[in-house]
Nanobody
Framework: QAQLVESGGGLVQAGGSLRLSCTAS????????MGWFRQAPGKEREFVAH????????YYADSVKGRFTISRDNGKNTVDLQMNSLKPEDTAVYYC???????????????????WGQGTQVTVSS
């Protein structure tokens, strides 16, 4: 049973930056795809970004492309999300997730991940 723990959330003004980190108890070099999702009050969980186990392939939601960067360090079992140029609409609880590698799987879908963190709150003030 893997455990994921997020950290780095907080309150920031619009235009500012935050760096979220996710530490996994399971070896991230075991092949798992790692993803970040977010959920704002009253809304469904939304895909943000995912990264392949090697780190060589990344994918971003259009709403964050060019502002957010996902990265991973398999030696430390961590996955980070660098968030720049933050907007009030980025306010949400951010979740880290791990999904087993499968060919042709759409990792923008939350149901394709087996393990989830407890979430960390990000609030962007205008």
């Amino acid at each position: 049973q893997a455990q994921l723990v997020e950290s780095g959330g907080g309150l920031v003004q619009a235009g500012g930056s935050l760096r979220l980190s996710c530490t996994a108890s399971v070896r991230t070099s075991s092949g798992y795809v790692m993803g970040w999702f977010r959920q704002a009050p009253g809304k469904e969980r939304e895909f943000v970004a995912h990264i392949s186990w090697s780190g060589g392939s990344t994918y971003y939601a259009d709403s964050v492309k060019g502002r957010f960067t996902i990265s991973r360090d398999n030696g430390k079992n961590t996955v980070d999300l660098q968030m720049n140029s933050l907007k009030p609409e980025d306010t949400a609880v951010y979740y880290c997730a791990a999904g087993p590698p499968r060919w042709f799987r759409d990792y923008r879908v939350p149901e394709h991940y087996d393990y989830w963190g407890q979430g960390t709150q990000v609030t962007v003030s205008s």
